[in-house]
């Protein structure tokens, strides 16, 4: 038996680490369609499962065909690449210390993520056959040319200097802004507004279900932000792990006190998506912000994702799980946050306005 090179040994623990991470992420699948099950009405939940599991097939499959290489191919003008379909082809330029199928199946869980982000927007009243349509479109080209621009070799925000680690603005905010593109063209739910403009509740009719998915959604994440790293030999794993989850309590914690403040009482749903709201919002800047910050942007998140509620509600833009306040409006507040705290070029530790820019 031949000796294992240092090299080796390296690359099989960084394959090991990111499979696994991918597998994390993958789970959060089951995350997304338990909290929006558990948000919506019972008649729909399966429904709503049904279109997240088919993020998983008919987007998996679109992006193996052709978002891995719109995203990450050959191109030369910064918008989206031209190599690399079906995995094959010329992929050269991907500097890795793993086979590319490990980083091919990390980057296909990112894909489906996003996608799944509008499920729950769209949910009670849209038809299966157009979401599949839609999933096809979001992985194939949406996410994978917004992902380009930014984590793409010749991308032209790359190449400005935009950090992202993890995708506060790639997938978060990909996904919370497509959300409100698809409740404006769809419209309300039957019954959710009345003509005088009142608005109407229309309860979650499991919020255990939803609590659920929020705990898959928290857990899955670690290996969303600590596997962007793409290694298990990075001691800032560590650092991610606990911004992360640091960011998390922050934004449920001050959901759950703002709303208690605003409305006399705690809301469930609004801490749920507080949490979530946190996470979306440190995912940009995970790896490269101090953990006081990271309390601080999900603090932050907290509020933003209460009063971002109650507007898309005034203008009546009908999110049955609040995708847009936690994914869109967080994903921008994250990426905003990382020209603010960055601790390398943030704008409080003297790195001025380029990063923010």
Known sequence: MEPISLLNLASGVDTVWVLLCAALVFLMEGGFAFLEAGFISSKNSVNIVMKVFTDCTAGMLSYWAVGFAIMYGLDQAGLFGTTGF????????????IPIYAYWIFQAAFAMAMASIVSGAVAER???????????????????????????????????????????AVVHAVGGWSSLAAVLVLGPRLGKYDADGSINVLPPHNLLLAFLGTYLLWFGWFGFNAGSTLTGLDVNIARIVVTTNLAAAAGGLVATLFTLYKYGKSDPSMAMNGALAGLAAVTGGCAFVSPASAVIIGGVAGILVVLAVSYFDRIRADDP?????????????????????????GFFYGGGIHLLI
Do not use: C
Not at 321 to 345: D, M, P, R, S, T
């Open 126 to 168: 849209m038809k299966f056959g157009p979401y599949i349509i839609y999933t096809i479109l979001a992985a194939a080209v949406i996410y994978p040319v917004a992902g380009h621009w930014v984590w793409g070799a010749n991308g032209w925000l790359a190449k400005l200097g935009m950090l992202d680690f993890a995708g506060s």
């Open 86 to 97: 079906f995995i094959g082809g010329d992929l050269s330029h991907i500097q890795l210390r």
């Open 321 to 345: 799980v609040g995708a847009i306040a936690v994914h869109g409006v967080n994903g921008i507040w994250g990426i905003l946050a990382v020209g603010l705290f960055a601790e390398k070029g």
